[in-house]
């Protein structure tokens, strides 16, 4: 079986620019969460989506957004993007959003200059 | 708000040398604790999840143990490719607070 999918790999960006993340989930799971892992530290929160609809939302600012599709694919969109953007934007896929376990993608590697 | 400190932040072994990395967290009510191993520019994998105090799961050389308080993963005669940065992460029983607390890891070398 396929595993959690992201695209793309690695994304160079400049400055308040806009980029677009994306996500394929494993096949029946219908729960996608988005994390940010900076280097030297722990993956933190940033959305969690069930059936299409933002079940949780970390602390992060409007610039952040994200939607899910009917299939449960997801996109991440980060507007007026600044240096401390750069991080690897990791996607986790769930069955549910109760008590599931959460499988990562590889991840997409960020760099804003 | 939930938190999870993890020590030591990192550890060098000698192959064969067993020894534990501890999780101590801080949450509103546990729904599940969980292990991962992540490799260097790769997502996290997957390891173990733990639900209650007193509860021990294990895989391969790797042992998950549960406290009311803290987590420990025992690494029994560790190898070189047990090399891997080591995350606890914590989910709290409180609707629409499903995602995942990480901690920072443990950055685990193990040396032939």
């Known amino acids: 079986d396929a595993g959690v999918t992201q695209s793309p790999t690695h994304l160079i960006k400049t400055r308040g620019q806009h980029v677009t993340l994306r996500c394929s989930p494993i096949?029946?799971?219908?729960?996608v969460s988005w994390y940010q892992q900076v280097l030297g530290q722990g993956p933190q929160f940033i959305f969690q989506?069930?059936?299409?609809?933002?079940?949780g939302r970390g602390n992060f600012p409007d610039r952040f957004s994200a939607r899910q599709f009917p299939n449960y694919s997801s996109e991440l969109n980060v507007n007026a993007l600044l240096l401390g953007d750069s991080a690897l934007y990791l996607c986790?896929?769930?069955?549910?959003?109760?008590?599931?376990?959460?499988?990562f993608g590889p991840g997409t590697r960020l760099t804003v200059t | 708000e939930d938190q999870v400190t993890q020590s030591p932040e990192a550890l060098r072994l000698q192959e064969g040398e067993s020894s534990s990395l501890n999780c101590s967290y801080t949450v509103s009510g546990l729904r599940g604790l969980f292990w991962y191993r992540q490799d260097p520019g790769k997502g996290p994998e997957f390891l173990f999840t733990l639900y209650s105090a007193g509860e021990e799961k294990e895989k391969e050389r790797l042992k998950a143990t549960l406290t009311k308080k803290e987590s420990f993963l025992h690494i029994t005669a560790p190898k070189p490719e047990d090399s891997a940065t080591y995350l606890c992460a914590v989910q709290a029983d409180v609707t629409g607070r499903r995602a995942l607390t990480f901690g920072s890891g443990t950055r685990l070398q193990v040396q032939p």
């Open positions: 989506y069930y059936e299409k609809e933002e079940r």
């Open positions: 096949s029946g799971h219908k729960s």
């Open positions: 986790a896929s769930s069955l549910g959003r109760g008590t599931y376990e959460q499988y």
